[in-house]
């Protein structure tokens, strides 16, 4: 019964892991550079920036700013997605051929 129980919570672990993502090396340095993206889950142009980076949008630092509505006025966001690198809101969706030039970081 132990060894039973032991491989199915072996397996579930393995199961649950995430996969890395394509793209974790380029997110992990973006988000090293201090940029964050500002948007909300209902946000269709959001939703297709975060599918643009597949997995590995969870290394991009992330402001919902429907539960962060001070941080998002704060930070004179005016519309979704909104990007902030260098002190400098770039609002819209960007690809990463001007992530990579704006952020310094390569894909």
Same mark, same amino acid.
């Given at each position: 019964?132990?060894?039973?129980?032991?491989? =199915?919570?072996?397996?579930?672990?393995?199961?649950?892991?995430?996969?890395?993502?394509?793209?974790?090396?380029?997110?992990?340095? =973006?988000?090293?550079?201090?940029?964050?993206?500002?948007?909300?889950?209902?946000?269709?142009?959001?939703?297709?920036?975060?599918?643009?980076?597949?997995?590995?949008?969870?290394?991009?630092?992330?402001?919902?700013?429907?539960?962060?509505?001070?941080?998002?006025?704060?930070?004179?966001?005016?519309?979704?997605?909104?990007?902030?690198?260098?002190?400098?809101?770039?609002?819209?969706?960007?690809?990463?051929?001007?992530?990579?030039?704006?952020?310094?970081?390569?894909?």
């Amino acid at each position: 019964m132990k060894k039973i129980l032991l491989v =199915i919570l072996t397996l579930l672990l393995v199961g649950c892991t995430s996969t890395p993502g394509p793209y974790d090396s380029f997110a992990k340095c =973006i988000t090293s550079k201090n940029v964050t993206m500002y948007g909300t889950s209902w946000c269709v142009h959001c939703q297709a920036q975060k599918k643009l980076f597949e997995n590995s949008f969870q290394y991009i630092h992330f402001v919902d700013c429907d539960k962060n509505v001070q941080t998002c006025v704060d930070a004179n966001v005016n519309g979704y997605p909104t990007w902030n690198i260098n002190n400098t809101n770039y609002p819209g969706e960007l690809t990463f051929y001007n992530l990579s030039r704006l952020s310094g970081c390569n894909t």
